[in-house]
Every structure is written in structure tokens, then in C-alpha cells.
């Protein structure tokens, strides 16, 4: 709506109006995909599954209504997901073969390209924080480890142990790769099913037709020398580009790194001249899929319209649409619909 009044001239008289009464806003969530199935989730933990995706997609649309900057929205929603132990980022991120936590994330900006991103760090409470401070404050796009963490305090963002990531849920999980790896023989390698992905993302379009994407990952259980997936690979696990569209990754990383997933979607988009649904779909169910890579993303263009494929049982997800239509899932089918707004 926003779009077409502009082309008309009309926003000036409009301006006493709400202004998400009419911009075409939108927002799209992810806590990962992976062996997600029905039979094996009680009632209260699918509750509280859809009631935190719910909670996180309506902050950032609320910032997004606002008129607030897109990356506010992306990183504002994601610190509410790696609050949260339900799901592999902050709070809820996995275990390292040595039973410590590796953090990895990134935001990217569509306007200018402009990107940052931290991987391998253990110490800063939110990494989605200090992707975009990267992006902001350094002339870098990625930085790793102690560097990372050091440029983290001088931005003044906050530290904590390393154990405050820590979980009984995800240590369990720990033992069972580790002791399926020993009884292996394998010193790196042979996680199955969600112990491969799991992570957080969220794509959007503000009022000002930006689209921003930014993710977050404890990465991959019992990962070892220092592993980092796609999480913070620009153009693998993130992607956006205001000409195109912008991308959140879940799944197998060393595939997603492999196939340039994110970016190869928005390329589609862009000079294909395909719709970002038919783009991330052939990329995740064909591309992808074909190769043996496992997981899926989600996509907003500069239309607003979204996209959420996936090639396995399942994926944590919800989104609200330039009409306002709240939508959220976790397996294939959708489990709910609704309007936020009266547009």
C-alpha cells in the first residue's frame, strides 16, 4: 500500500495517519528445522513453542509498526529467541565435543550490502548484538574468537560465563553423540537428525522498504576444532539485498556453506526473475536436497511476500505479512492463522 501511494504522491496528506495502517511491512521468524514431529511433542511443549515464536514475531512487527529501523527489528526478535532454552541460540545453545558453548551469528542490511558477523564466541551474551556491531562500528564483516569478544567489551556489550548457556537438555544430547562417536571410533562427525542444525532467524521489511536479515546458532552438538556452519557466512546462512530478497538458513551447515544457499536464492530472484517462493523452494527441495543437505529458510522479497520452505519433518517458524496475517508452524502443516490488524 505504502509503495503505491508513494508512486501517486499522496503519503503527504496522509501523513496524520498510522503509519502501519499502510506500509507494507512484514516479518518472517525461524527456531530451526530439523526431525520435528508431532508424535514426539507433548501438548505443553508445543504450546510453548508457538507461544514463544508468537511472542518474538509480534516484538519485532511491533518495531516494525513503529517505524523503527529494520535491523532493531531483526536483532530485538532474535534476543528474545536466544533468551530462550527451547531453542540452539544463546540460552538454549548446544554443547561443543569439550562441553563448552561456540556461538556464531550475523546481520546483513539489503540497502548497501553492509554485513557483519561473529563467530566461535563464548563469552557475550547475545552474538546477534555483536553481529551488529560489527556491521555498525567495525570496517569488518566477520571477526572470531577472543578478537570477536574483545571488540564486543569495547562496544560495551554485556559478557557472561560460559556457562550461563549452559542446559540439562542439551548436555543429555552431548553424551548421546559423544558416546555414539566413541563406539564409532570417530573423533569428529556422526551426529544425526537435529544434533546436525539448529538455529534462529529472522528476515524482514521495514517502513522504509529495507529488507534485513540476521541468525544466530549454537551451532552443531559436539562440534569440534573450532567448526563454524553457515550461520555467519554471509551469503550461506544470511543473505539480503533490497534489488532482491533477504534470507535466514536452518539445516546442515557444510552444505548450506557448499551450495551459497542464501545468496543463491536472492541471485535467483534478482536474475532469474522468479518469485521467492518458486526460488527457495527449487533451491531447498531441489538444489539442496539433491546433494544431501538437510534443513530450510525463510525469505521475504521486496514485494513483501515470504517464503518458508524446508526439506525435513519440520521447522519452528512464524511470520506476519504486509496484511498482517499472523502465521505460525512447526511441522509441515500450519498450526496457526490470524489477523493482527485491520488493514
Known amino acids: 500500500m505504502l509503495k503505491q ?13 498510522s503509519l502501519s495502517a499502510y506500509a507494507d511491512i512484514a516479518i518472517v521468524v525461524h527456531g530451526g528445522a530439523g526431525t520435528i514431529l508431532k508424535k514426539d511433542m507433548t501438548s505443553e511443549k508445543e504450546a510453548a513453542y508457538v507461544a514463544k515464536l508468537k511472542e518474538a514475531v509480534q516484538a519485532g512487527y511491533a518495531k516494525l509498526e513503529a517505524g523503527e529501523p529494520g535491523e532493531d527489528a531483526v536483532v530485538a526478535t532474535i534476543q528474545i529467541l536466544e533468551a530462550s532454552p527451547l531453542f540452539n541460540a544463546g540460552v538454549g545453545a548446544v554443547y561443543t565435543y569439550d562441553e563448552e558453548h561456540e556461538l556464531d551469528a550475523s546481520i546483513m542490511h539489503g540497502a548497501h550490502r553492509q554485513a557483519g558477523a561473529v563467530a566461535g564466541v563464548k563469552t557475550i551474551r547475545s552474538p546477534i548484538a555483536a553481529a551488529r556491531a560489527v556491521m555498525a562500528h567495525s570496517p569488518h564483516v566477520m571477526l572470531a574468537g577472543e578478537g570477536a569478544e574483545s571488540f564486543a567489551r569495547e562496544q560495551g556489550l554485556e559478557m557472561v560465563d560460559n556457562n550461563y548457556f549452559d542446559t540439562d537438555h542439551r548436555l ?11 563406539e564409532a571410533g570417530k573423533q569428529a562427525g556422526g551426529q544425526q537428525g537435529a544434533e546436525k542444525m539448529g538455529t534462529v532467524g529472522v528476515v524482514v521489511m521495514d517502513a522504509k522498504d529495507n529488507i534485513v536479515a540476521g541468525t544466530s546458532t549454537g551451532g552443531m552438538t559436539a562440534k569440534r576444532y573450532g567448526r563454524i556452519g553457515d550461520s555467519p557466512v ?14 535466514s538458513a536452518t539445516g ?69 505479512d504486509n496484511n498482517g496475517k499472523l502465521t ?16
Open 234 to 247: 554471509i551469503g550461506a546462512g544470511t543473505f539480503a539485498d533490497n534489488n532482491s530478497c533477504g534470507v
Open 172 to 182: 543429555e544430547a552431548l553424551k548421546k553423540v559423544k558416546a555414539r562417536m566413541q
Open 328 to 343: 505460525v508452524g512447526i511441522y509441515q502443516d500450519v498450526l496457526e492463522t490470524s489477523q493482527i490488524n485491520a488493514q
Open 252 to 320: 546442515h551447515g557444510e552444505y548450506f556453506i557448499r551450495y551459497n544457499v542464501a545468496a543463491d536464492i536472492c541471485a535467483r530472484v534478482r536474475y532469474h526473475g522468479v518469485s521467492v517462493t518458486r526460488a527457495a523452494d527449487t533451491v531447498i527441495n531441489d538444489v539442496l536436497k539433491n546433494a544431501g543437505g538437510t534443513g530450510g529458510v525463510i525469505a521475504i522479497d521486496r514485494q513483501g511476500h515470504i517464503a518458508m520452505p524446508f526439506n525435513t519433518p519440520g521447522m519452528y517458524r512464524a511470520s506476519i
Open 5 to 17: 501511494l508513494r508512486r501517486l504522491g499522496l503519503t503527504g496528506t496522509l501523513c496524520a495517519l
